[in-house]
């Protein structure tokens, strides 16, 4: 379904972005992954081009407006088309410092690579698939958007914005056949995750695992491969009537909160 189709996946070295780049290199798809690391680029190059020869890698920091829009304009002219995107990459530097100790440069930062990132790829995405008249987004947002839990404030802010862009976006471009739809990830096993547990003490460590443990429905963390499924499908012709939904994959958080 997707042989000869060309994708961008921000985030696409690690975690959630570089299992969904795997699989769909391994339908065939030309991907672009993109992400500030050039040597975390080239290795997950190097993979990927054993399903799919002609991926790329291209050194890009969502944030940064000239960035997103070299990404787009090298990924159009190389290929000729972008049929695909996943805007996929955030960080939670900084995420976790209490409110009234804040600094105003880290909220910026914070909404800047959760939101201010995912508006800019697909202002630059949608000038290509526009002029298609064709195109697949999809955004990752968070359970922490939905969840909005003590000390998740600004990344939970950002987030939000990021199902409500995407909703109004999609409203705006369905009638040029572009399917816009948020992914709403609850806790998987990625770098970002484990990073949440590489400052803590052993005890911390086994109280923080038992709680992502006893978190949801299915009782485990989730694997990255199960997120990538899920935005495999939305990219997907089997989605054809899917936009503008915010899908929640999360072993089952959120009906126990309801
Ligand atoms: N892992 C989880 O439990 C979880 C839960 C909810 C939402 N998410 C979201 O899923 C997405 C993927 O995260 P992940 O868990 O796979 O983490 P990850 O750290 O493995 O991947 C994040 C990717 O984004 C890239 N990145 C970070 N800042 C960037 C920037 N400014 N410019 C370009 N690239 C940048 C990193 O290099 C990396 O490739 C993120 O948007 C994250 O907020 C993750």
């Given at each position: 379904?997707?042989?000869?189709?060309?994708?961008?996946?921000?985030?696409?070295?690690?975690?959630?972005?570089?299992?969904?780049?795997?699989?769909?290199?391994?339908?065939?798809?030309h991907?672009?992954i993109?992400?500030r690391?050039?040597?975390?680029?080239?290795?997950?190059?190097?993979?990927l081009?054993?399903?799919?020869?002609?991926?790329?890698?291209?050194?890009?920091?969502?944030?940064?407006?000239?960035?997103v829009?070299?990404?787009?304009?090298?990924t159009?002219s190389?290929?000729?088309?972008?049929d695909?995107?996943?805007?996929?990459?955030?960080?939670?530097?900084?995420?976790?410092?209490?409110?009234?100790?804040?600094?105003e440069?880290?909220?910026?930062?914070?909404?800047?690579?959760?939101?201010?990132?995912v508006?800019?790829?697909?202002?630059?995405?949608?000038?290509?698939?526009t002029?298609?008249n064709?195109?697949?987004?999809?955004?990752?947002?968070?359970?922490?958007?939905?969840l909005?839990?003590?000390?998740?404030?600004?990344?939970?802010?950002?987030?939000s914005?990021?199902?409500?862009?995407?909703?109004s976006?999609?409203?705006?471009?369905?009638?040029?056949?572009?399917?816009?739809?948020?992914?709403?990830?609850?806790?998987?096993?990625?770098?970002?995750?484990?990073?949440?547990?590489?400052?803590?003490?052993?005890?911390?460590?086994?109280?923080?695992?038992?709680?992502?443990?006893?978190?949801?429905?299915?009782?485990?963390?989730g694997?990255?491969?199960?997120?990538?499924?899920?935005?495999?499908w939305?990219?997907?012709?089997?989605?054809?009537?899917?936009?503008?939904?915010?899908?929640?994959?999360?072993?089952?958080?959120?009906?126990?909160?309801?």
């Amino acid at each position: 379904m997707f042989e000869e189709k060309v994708g961008i996946i921000t985030g696409g070295t690690s975690g959630i972005g570089l299992a969904t780049a795997e699989l769909l290199a391994k339908e065939g798809m030309h991907i672009v992954i993109a992400s500030r690391n050039s040597e975390k680029g080239e290795e997950a190059l190097s993979v990927l081009r054993k399903w799919s020869p002609h991926s790329l890698f291209i050194k890009t920091d969502v944030t940064n407006s000239q960035d997103v829009k070299n990404l787009v304009s090298q990924t159009y002219s190389t290929f000729g088309k972008i049929d695909v995107s996943f805007n996929n990459a955030a960080n939670t530097e900084a995420a976790s410092n209490a409110t009234h100790e804040f600094k105003e440069e880290d909220f910026d930062h914070l909404i800047n690579v959760t939101l201010k990132s995912v508006w800019l790829c697909m202002k630059y995405q949608l000038q290509v698939m526009t002029k298609q008249n064709s195109g697949v987004i999809v955004n990752t947002s968070s359970m922490d958007a939905i969840l909005c839990s003590a000390g998740t404030g600004v990344y939970a802010a950002g987030k939000s914005g990021v199902i409500a862009l995407t909703k109004s976006v999609a409203q705006e471009y369905g009638h040029q056949h572009i399917r816009i739809n948020s992914l709403c990830p609850g806790a998987f096993r990625t770098p970002m995750l484990e990073e949440r547990f590489s400052n803590l003490s052993e005890e911390e460590k086994a109280k923080l695992n038992e709680s992502y443990q006893k978190l949801n429905a299915l009782g485990r963390i989730g694997d990255p491969i199960e997120a990538a499924k899920a935005v495999k499908w939305l990219l997907s012709d089997d989605a054809s009537f899917v936009t503008g939904q915010n899908i929640i994959v999360d072993g089952g958080i959120g009906f126990r909160f309801e």
